[in-house]
């Protein structure tokens, strides 16, 4: 059949059939196109927001190097000015010494020195002499007379100008010794005269030392005595007195049995003496009582020491500058005694030394 010889009927639905196809063939095509576009749009939409991020994040590293630039920047300011007025400072203070300049003439040895430094001791003669307090009279070259031997006196100003390590610029002869302290108890320099009475003392070796820690009643060094499956890894030094009764006994160092000396009763003294440098390293201090009074013990080693309670170890007015107390037990809680004792630079475990001088502070009130 043709389509003229089809009805009206027949052709509206073909038409209309054809028409739904294409709409719904435009439809779908349509709705692809727009999702494309959409997930396009979100793409776009999703760099200019991650663009947006990384500006507002180099904006902000950008800020923060100019805020660190601009710090920099202040501190070396700050820095340069500190500088200007310390060196200020150090030129103010040379003109004091150049106008504040001294002559001394000590029993007809010409010094030239500071005002500063002969007032550099508040509590010493030459200070309440030089303070300004008493009229002096000065010679014709301008110089001020102290009637006194002048021939060591290079030592008292250099005291006075810097009174760290002296040891090694100090007369070494006893004589000269003396005749110094004389004139550090004259000037009343308190520490010089200590230091000087530290260096007269008399001198203990090493040798001498370990003949005395180490020996027991008969007179034979200890032996470490091994136990079956332990090795010793180091022996503990422990004092005995001349003539004192020892007895062989053992303590535990992390699982191992370490030979050591107990002595009885007898205490041991070595107040007064020259024990500088020597080594105490790992000793067990159990005797009666162990006393280093106004000893000089400067860079001793007493490294991995025990001191116990009812032992006590007394340090007063013992010289430890630079003495080593790590690794110690009992430094608090034991019965160490450090009153009046010197402690510039002696080496101890981390909060240790804060705890000791407190210790020593309430001991005084």
């Given at each position: 059949m043709t389509t003229l010889e089809r009805g009206p009927s027949e052709v509206d639905c073909t038409w209309k059939a054809n028409l739904a196809e294409e709409l719904d063939t435009f439809?779908?095509?349509?709705?692809?196109?727009?999702?494309?576009?959409?997930?396009?749009?979100?793409?776009?939409?999703?760099?200019?927001?991650?663009?947006?991020?990384?500006?507002?994040?180099?904006?902000?590293?950008?800020?923060?190097e100019i805020e660190e630039k601009g710090r920099r920047v202040d501190d070396e300011i700050r820095e340069k000015q500190q500088r200007l007025e310390d060196e200020k400072k150090s030129m103010e203070n040379v003109y004091k010494f150049q106008c504040g300049k001294v002559k001394l003439d000590v029993g007809g040895h010409k010094?030239?020195?500071?005002?500063?430094?002969l007032k550099s001791q508040p509590d010493s003669m030459l200070a309440v002499m030089f303070s300004g307090r008493h009229q002096l009279a000065t010679d014709e070259d301008g110089a001020y007379f102290i009637d006194r031997d002048g021939t060591?006196?290079?030592?008292?100003?250099?005291?006075?100008?810097?009174?760290?390590?002296?040891?090694?610029?100090?007369?070494?002869?006893?004589?000269?010794?003396?005749?110094?302290?004389?004139?550090?108890?004259?000037?009343?320099?308190?520490?010089?005269?200590?230091?000087?009475k530290m260096m007269m003392l008399p001198r203990v070796t090493q040798e001498q030392l370990n003949t005395v820690f180490w020996g027991n009643q008969y007179n034979?060094?200890?032996?470490p005595v091994y136990q079956p499956r332990r090795r010793f890894q180091r022996s503990w030094n422990s004092f005995i007195s001349d003539g004192g009764c020892a007895?062989?006994?053992?303590?535990?160092?992390?699982?191992?049995?370490?030979?050591?000396?107990?002595?009885?009763?007898?205490?041991?003294?070595?107040?007064?003496?020259?024990?500088?440098?020597?080594?105490?390293?790992?000793?067990?201090f159990s005797c009666a009582g162990i006393s280093f009074k106004r000893s000089c013990l400067r860079q001793a080693n007493f490294s991995g020491c025990c001191f116990e309670p009812r032992y006590p170890v007394d340090f007063s007015g013992t010289d430890l500058s630079e003495a080593d107390f790590q690794r110690c037990a009992g430094l608090i809680t034991g019965g160490v005694n450090f009153e009046g004792a010197i402690l510039d630079n002696a080496k101890f475990d981390d909060g240790v030394e804060q705890k000791l001088l407190a210790k020593l502070q309430s001991e005084d009130k």
């Amino acid at each position: 059949m043709t389509t003229l010889e089809r009805g009206p009927s027949e052709v509206d639905c073909t038409w209309k059939a054809n028409l739904a196809e294409e709409l719904d063939t435009f439809t779908q095509t349509s709705k692809t196109k727009f999702q494309g576009f959409a997930d396009e749009i979100n793409q776009r939409a999703q760099y200019v927001m991650a663009a947006e991020a990384k500006l507002r994040e180099e904006t902000k590293r950008q800020h923060q190097e100019i805020e660190e630039k601009g710090r920099r920047v202040d501190d070396e300011i700050r820095e340069k000015q500190q500088r200007l007025e310390d060196e200020k400072k150090s030129m103010e203070n040379v003109y004091k010494f150049q106008c504040g300049k001294v002559k001394l003439d000590v029993g007809g040895h010409k010094f030239t020195t500071s005002l500063t430094t002969l007032k550099s001791q508040p509590d010493s003669m030459l200070a309440v002499m030089f303070s300004g307090r008493h009229q002096l009279a000065t010679d014709e070259d301008g110089a001020y007379f102290i009637d006194r031997d002048g021939t060591h006196y290079r030592h008292i100003l250099n005291y006075l100008r810097d009174d760290t390590n002296l040891e090694e610029t100090l007369p070494q002869t006893k004589r000269e010794q003396l005749e110094l302290l004389k004139e550090a108890q004259y000037c009343q320099l308190n520490k010089l005269e200590t230091k000087i009475k530290m260096m007269m003392l008399p001198r203990v070796t090493q040798e001498q030392l370990n003949t005395v820690f180490w020996g027991n009643q008969y007179n034979r060094p200890i032996q470490p005595v091994y136990q079956p499956r332990r090795r010793f890894q180091r022996s503990w030094n422990s004092f005995i007195s001349d003539g004192g009764c020892a007895q062989n006994s053992f303590i535990s160092d992390g699982g191992h049995q370490i030979a050591t000396a107990r002595l009885a009763s007898q205490s041991l003294s070595y107040e007064e003496r020259d024990l500088s440098e020597l080594n105490f390293s790992n000793t067990h201090f159990s005797c009666a009582g162990i006393s280093f009074k106004r000893s000089c013990l400067r860079q001793a080693n007493f490294s991995g020491c025990c001191f116990e309670p009812r032992y006590p170890v007394d340090f007063s007015g013992t010289d430890l500058s630079e003495a080593d107390f790590q690794r110690c037990a009992g430094l608090i809680t034991g019965g160490v005694n450090f009153e009046g004792a010197i402690l510039d630079n002696a080496k101890f475990d981390d909060g240790v030394e804060q705890k000791l001088l407190a210790k020593l502070q309430s001991e005084d009130k």
